[in-house]
Nanobody, 124 residues
């Protein structure tokens, strides 16, 4: 069974950090481009960061540039999202998704596999 599982979410104070993990089972993550998306209450889901299958290319939304870093360890079949200098507006459910067909954040429909999400809450 092909599955993506996110972990690492939680409650953090503004200015704090979290590292999210996206672990794959049932398939080799190294063949896939991976995107992180988030959905805040009452808002549409938006792309946050993505990384190419090789890890050589990354993209970040303007809202997280300079604060978030995406990386991958294909040997561990895992992709990470390091989130620093967190703000209350980063509060959302964070999802990872995988695709072989598309590299970028502009087309959620191109992502074939999705995790269930992990909650990130930034609050004092």
């Amino acid at each position: 069974q092909l599955q993506l599982v996110e972990s690492g979410g939680g409650l953090v104070q503004p200015g704090g950090s979290l590292r999210l993990s996206c672990a794959a089972s049932g398939f080799t993550l190294g063949y896939y481009h991976i995107g992180w998306f988030r959905q805040a209450p009452g808002k549409e889901r938006e792309g946050v960061s993505c990384i190419s299958s090789t890890g050589r290319s990354t993209l970040h939304a303007d809202s997280v540039k300079g604060r978030f870093t995406i990386s991958r360890d294909n040997a561990k079949n895992t992709v990470y999202l390091q989130m620093n200098s967190l703000k209350p507006e980063d509060t959302a459910i964070y999802y990872c998704a995988a695709t072989t067909r598309y590299y970028g954040l502009g087309s959620e429909e191109a992502y074939d596999y999705w995790g269930q999400g992990t909650q990130v809450t930034v609050s004092s």
